[in-house]
C-alpha cells in the first residue's frame, strides 16, 4: 500500500509540474468582503469576440459556484472587470549532451552544450473586483498560462473555465 500511495504522489506530482498556469492575487485587507452577494461584468462589449463570451461565462459560472448571484450593473455589490494580453515568448534551452572522442563512444568524452530556442505565446488574464460606489479596485487576479491550441470551442470553454475557477481560488480572501 505504501508504495502504491508513492507512486500515486509521483504521477500527480509529475502532472501537476506540467501545468503552467501562474496564478497570482491581491487585494485591500480593509475592504468587507463578507457584504457581497451580487456582481456584474461589466467589459468592453466592443469587438465582442467568441474568446470574450466564454471568458464572461467562465467568470459567470465560477463566481456562481461561490455562492455569488449575476445582478445587473445597477444592482449588483461589486463588478467584475477583466483585461487580457497575449505576447510572444522565447525560451532558451541549454542541455548539455555527451560526445565521444573515439568510435561508438568508448574512452574518452566530453559534455558540449546545446541550446534550444522555443517561440510560444504567453496568454494573461487581469481579473478586477471594483466598488461601484467608489469604483475602486478590492481584489485583483492575474492569471498567466502558455497558450495551446484547443480543437474546438468546447475544449475551449473547458479551458476558460479551468482558468476562471483557479483564478478565483482567492476570492474572497481567507479572513485572518
Known sequence: MKGGF??????????????????TSDYNSSFDF?????FAIV???HGNSPMQQRIVEALTRAF????????????????VVFHTNIK???????DYQRVGLYPYG?????????QREYEYKEGKIIVDALDPKTRNIFWRGIATDRLKSHKNPDERMKYALQVATELLKSFPPARR
Open 43 to 45: 467589459y468592453n462589449r
Open 88 to 94: 510572444n515568448r522565447r525560451q532558451v534551452i541549454t
Open 106 to 114: 568508448f574512452g574518452t568524452y566530453a559534455m558540449v552544450p546545446i
Open 6 to 23: 508513492v507512486v500515486v504522489f509521483a504521477l500527480l506530482f509529475l502532472f501537476a509540474g506540467c501545468s503552467t498556469l501562474r496564478v
Open 64 to 79: 456562481k459556484a461561490k455562492g455569488y448571484v449575476p445582478a445587473s450593473k445597477g444592482k449588483a455589490d461589486f463588478y
Open 34 to 38: 463578507t457584504r457581497l452577494k451580487t
